[in-house]
């Protein structure tokens, strides 16, 4: 397939309006994961002392505003001319910009139901998880084309009604539900795309992905920022798969599983003609020739004894090799989630503007994956891997080191903190874009889509934990995420030390092929004995 797809183009320009075409569909996903960094924040509040004495069947002689009221630091409880304390039921919100209403302001997720915010964010990421084990096998049985279809428009009237739910309780069932079908968007529509490509453009799919993703992220913010009610950016946020309709039925099905699964004729009658016309290129002539090629690739591949009974997931799994390599994978997919999904929840609480922080994180977002552009292509996948690793673990060391205040509690220094917390996001997002690349080229094509799955289930086990940790960090101190992520960016370390470099290697179709996948005979450390732990 290599051979064939290189007819086309360095890319070609039917590939890349592909990419871009597919790339869009993540807008959907990330407004729909980051919802909750502009839903869940709370601006300052006081106790509603009058309702809550109403609400407490309190009853005084004289007028309340005449009363000694005494209201806790937290704001969560109060007393009255030395009586017991009570506890509020309601409270006023002010803020300087008046008129935000979120969830935490309409239904009260305040004091004792603060963790409320959080778990709503961990309810999300376990539909995610549940939609991530599910839409791989789907992808790798019903096709990559059909399952994006169903997953893409099936979003929307979930996405829609979340934006009537009268309380909390139906707000995050269905956020839940939701989170199911924006996975199964995410990881199709990735593996989708990246099979229309050779090995040498992977890396850029990938950074044209990241980049549609954190222009999702400014999107959000300007949403956010323009529209005060949270149920009105949730209705724009519907919409917005809308804008793939009168394009989405034009795309063809993956030439690789197509041809994985014997489909020739879908090959040479949908993708090829399709290809060559945008490309410029003789459409019959590039029939033809391709029809001769798959012919010939169905033969070797049968002569080889590689037939389709005799690649299945579970013959992958009872492979050591590709069994560790998958563990590893899992391990680093989880912990790049967690890194990444700790520092973009954790804007809100940040020095500075809230929607000014997160604009730039989307920026720098922006920046460092143009930059991956030239690291995927000019470097191998294990040293640019220890580095953001290396660099992630720095952020955190620093971050956890430097207080809010010096000089005696004069000077505010919070701002540096603010500063390298984005950087964190930033060098976290290109952690993402690594080994989204590396999984996609470590295990073969019939089982690509399982084996994604399943690493995005420990990518959304990392999102389930993020939030907990953020809330655990109230209740410890400060520096409890910044721990967390820097211990396991270090077996993160020690796994990408173990694993065998894809770089400039074609993506396997067999389970041989991924076993036999050696180093490329060059004179730097990529081909050393260390990496002899998880390949043949």
Not at 309 to 336: E, H, I
Request: proline fraction near 4%; glycine fraction near 6%.
């Amino acid at each position: 397939m290599e051979e064939i797809l290189e007819k086309f183009g360095n890319p070609g320009k039917y590939h890349i309006l592909i990419a871009i075409m597919l790339s869009i569909t993540w807008w959907s996903v990330c407004l729909g994961t980051v919802a909750m960094s502009f839903y869940g924040t709370t601006p300052n509040y006081t106790c509603d002392i009058e309702f809550s004495i109403k609400l407490n069947n309190e009853t005084f002689s004289s007028d309340v505003s005449l009363l000694n009221i005494t209201e806790s630091e937290d704001h969560c409880s109060y007393a009255l001319d030395g009586h017991d304390r009570k506890l509020c039921h309601k409270w006023i919100y002010y803020d300087e910009g008046a008129g935000k209403e979120t969830v935490s302001t309409e239904w009260d997720l305040v004091c004792g139901d603060t963790y409320r915010v959080s778990l709503a964010s961990t309810l999300f990421f376990c539909g995610v998880f549940v939609g991530a084990l599910v839409f791989g096998f789907v992808a790798d049985h019903l096709g990559r084309k059909k399952t994006l279809a169903i997953c893409l428009y099936t979003q929307m009237p979930i996405s829609l009604a979340i934006a009537f739910m009268p309380s909390y309780v139906p707000f995050t069932i269905m956020r839940f539900v939701l989170g199911i079908w924006l996975q199964g968007v995410s990881s199709v529509a990735f593996l989708h795309c990246i099979e229309f490509f050779r090995q040498k453009y992977r890396g850029v799919v990938m950074v044209g992905f990241g980049i549609s993703w954190a222009f999702a992220q400014l999107l959000a913010t300007g949403i956010a920022y323009f529209v005060t009610d949270w149920r009105h950016m949730q209705i724009i946020a519907s919409g917005l798969a809308l804008v793939t309709v009168p394009y989405f039925w034009w795309l063809p099905e993956s030439p690789r599983w197509l041809q994985v699964k014997g489909r020739h004729t879908e090959i040479t009658s949908d993708f090829i003609p399709k290809a060559s016309r945008m490309n410029g290129l003789n459409v019959t002539e590039m029939v033809d020739w391709c029809a001769i090629r798959l012919q010939e690739l169905r033969q070797s591949q049968t002569g080889a004894g590689s037939s389709e009974s005799d690649q299945s997931f579970v013959r992958m799994l009872k492979t050591p090799v590709l069994l560790l390599r998958l563990a590893g994978m899992c391990f680093m997919w989880y912990v790049a989630s967690m890194t990444y999904y700790i520092f973009i929840f954790n804007t809100a609480n940040l020095a500075g503007d809230q929607y000014l922080n997160f604009a730039i994180g989307a920026g720098l977002e922006i920046l460092v994956n143009l930059f991956m552009l030239y690291i995927l292509a000019r470097w191998n996948r294990k040293y640019p891997l220890l580095a953001a690793c290396c660099l992630i673990g720095i952020v955190c060391v620093i971050s956890g080191a430097v207080p809010k205040t010096c000089c005696a509690n004069t000077i505010n220094i919070s701002w540096i903190v603010t500063a390298f917390a984005l950087c964190g996001k930033m060098v976290s997002a290109a952690f993402l874009c690594l080994i989204f690349v590396y999984a996609a080229e470590l295990f073969p094509t019939f089982a690509r889509g399982s084996c994604l799955a399943l690493c995005g289930c420990s990518m959304r086990v990392g999102g389930i934990v993020a939030p907990q940790v953020l809330y655990l960090a109230v209740k410890t101190f400060d520096q409890f995420p910044y721990v967390v992520v820097a211990v396991k960016i270090f077996i993160c370390i020690v796994i990408t030390l173990l694993l065998p470099d894809t770089f400039k290697k074609s993506m396997p179709n067999t389970i041989e092929e991924a076993v036999n996948m050696a180093p490329e005979p060059t004179s730097d450390r990529t081909s050393s004995g260390y990496e002899l732990g998880l390949q043949k």
